[in-house]
Each structure stands twice: as structure tokens, then as C-alpha cells.
């Protein structure tokens, strides 16, 4: 990305089913469902929305090769985007195991994301 031009955070969790995807999935969603751009056409090449440039970095804290990137790349609708998997994130006893729920044991997983755009 030549220009980048802001950056957007978000925390995901998934309490129930030891889900990486499922966390990244909602850390996107956190990161960019509570702002606007309506000036970013202005900077992009053409005025277009299909040439932002978005990548995500995702801090995950356990079993990174699980994590579904085309999901992830998913929560984002316009644009080129690439996906950033290093550690970090947290997981953390959530006090109860449910196996209706499909845990494996009592953790829940904690994803940050760092959802960063431009051209």
C-alpha cells in the first residue's frame, strides 16, 4: 500500500466454540462498522471504491492455521484486500464449558484487528 490512509481497531470474541474465524470475523466487523468515509472516493485512483486498498491484521492467540482468511477477507466489500495473521490476541477461561455449544474446553478466544486503508 503506497498510501495509506487511516486505520481502524477492533476486538472480536468468540466465548463459545474455540472459533478463531468466528473472533477475526467479528474484530473486522467491530473495526469498520462504526465509522464513515464519505470523502474517501475523493482520494482514491478513478474516484473508485474497488481501488482502496484494505489490509487486515489479525493478532490471534491460537490455532492460527485454522484461521479462514476468505472469511475474514469477506467483512470487507469493496476493494483489494490481504490478511496479516501474527500472535496476540487472548485466550481466557470463560468459566464454563457448554458442549452444546461445541466447546472444546472452557476457553473463549480474543482476536484483535487492525483493519488499515488506502491505495
Request: net charge negative; hydrophobic share 35%; glycine share 8%.
Given at each position: 500500500m503506497?498510501h495509506l490512509?487511516?486505520i481502524?481497531t477492533?476486538?472480536?470474541v468468540?466465548?463459545?466454540?474455540?472459533?478463531?474465524?468466528?473472533?477475526a470475523?467479528?474484530?473486522?466487523?467491530?473495526?469498520?462498522?462504526k465509522?464513515?468515509?464519505?470523502g474517501?472516493?475523493e482520494f482514491?485512483?478513478?474516484h473508485?471504491l474497488?481501488?482502496?486498498?484494505?489490509?487486515i491484521?489479525l493478532?490471534v492467540?491460537l490455532e492460527?492455521?485454522?484461521l479462514?482468511?476468505e472469511?475474514v477477507?469477506a467483512?470487507?466489500?469493496?476493494?483489494?484486500?490481504t490478511?496479516?495473521v501474527?500472535?496476540?490476541g487472548m485466550?481466557?477461561?470463560s468459566g464454563?464449558v457448554l458442549?452444546?455449544?461445541?466447546d472444546?474446553?472452557?476457553l473463549?478466544?480474543?482476536?484483535?484487528a487492525?483493519v488499515?486503508?488506502?491505495?
Open positions: 503506497e490512509l487511516f481502524e477492533g476486538v472480536g468468540d466465548v463459545h466454540g474455540q472459533d478463531v474465524t468466528t473472533a470475523v467479528r474484530a473486522v466487523f467491530n473495526a469498520i462498522h465509522n464513515s468515509m464519505p474517501i472516493t482514491l485512483p478513478g473508485d474497488n481501488n482502496m486498498k484494505v489490509n491484521r493478532a492467540p492460527k492455521e485454522t479462514d482468511k472469511q477477507k467483512e470487507i466489500p469493496y476493494g483489494t484486500v490478511v496479516e501474527m500472535d496476540g485466550a481466557t477461561p464454563i458442549k452444546e455449544q461445541n472444546k474446553n472452557n473463549m478466544y480474543i482476536v484483535n487492525s488499515e486503508v488506502g491505495y
